[in-house]
């Protein structure tokens, strides 16, 4: 079955710098990987899609890339702020209609002011 | 407008009994999906709701059933709770179900089981 790994260990940067974070995946390449913030105590909220024939994308401070050769997707926040301080998840959708998420563990981000 | 409502926030149940979890989807969404999320892992995919009708279940034992009715919201019943079952129970709306219109999460239901 896939396998979802985010790097276990918190991430701690420098309020300003960019914050990259990993999300590998074994087996089949999915069509579909989004990211999604997670706070303490609340849901996830959804902050990029990708789709397997897109090699980048981009939202306002956040670039997500994707490298089907790899298995991997990096997700940059530029100009990190404290705000940015959460739990970030990759997933995976599959399924006949892409409707199930399969979810990795999550990576913690610690912007220091 | 009204985000997606769980009920309740926070429960207490002891190992054998049944629990019932409720949602609420965002107004206009007709689909509902279920997660369990374990302290320290990401959420797992438990069932999807799509006007009333199951379109996906993930790999959790038949103690796990849910339904939905037709204002939408859902219901996740667990039987015979296990300590195992402890965890974040989380539900997403969406439009239609498929990836394409995306999903809102709620901030879920903290279910500890002793």
């Known amino acids: 079955s896939q396998k979802i790994e985010q790097n276990s260990e918190a991430l701690n940067i420098q309020e300003g710098k960019t914050a990259t974070l990993t999300c590998n995946y074994t087996n089949y390449s999915p069509a579909y990987l989004q990211w999604y913030r997670q706070d303490p105590g609340r849901g996830p909220v959804f902050l990029l899609l990708i789709r397997e024939n897109e090699k980048e994308k981009r939202k306002e401070r956040l670039k997500v890339t994707f490298d089907t050769t790899l298995k991997q997707s990096l997700f940059h926040i530029t100009a990190s702020q404290p705000a940015d301080s959460a739990t970030y998840l990759c997933a995976l959708a599959q399924g006949d209609n892409f409707n199930k998420f399969y979810f990795g563990s999550g990576t913690k981000l610690n912007v220091k002011p | 407008d009204a985000g997606v409502t769980q009920s309740p926030t926070h429960l207490i149940k002891t190992r054998g009994q049944q629990v019932t979890l409720r949602c609420s989807p965002i107004?206009?969404?007709?689909?509902v999906s279920w997660y369990q999320q374990v302290l320290g892992q990401g959420p797992q995919f438990i069932f999807q709701y799509y006007e009333k009708e199951e379109r996906g279940r993930g790999n959790f034992p038949d103690r796990f059933s849910a339904r939905q009715f037709p204002n939408y919201s859902s219901e996740l019943n667990v039987n015979a709770l296990l300590l195992g079952d402890s965890a974040l129970y989380l539900c997403a709306s969406s439009l239609t179900g498929g990836l394409g219109y995306g999903y809102t999460f709620g901030s879920g239901t903290r279910l500890t089981v002793v």
């Open positions: 107004s206009g969404h007709k689909s």
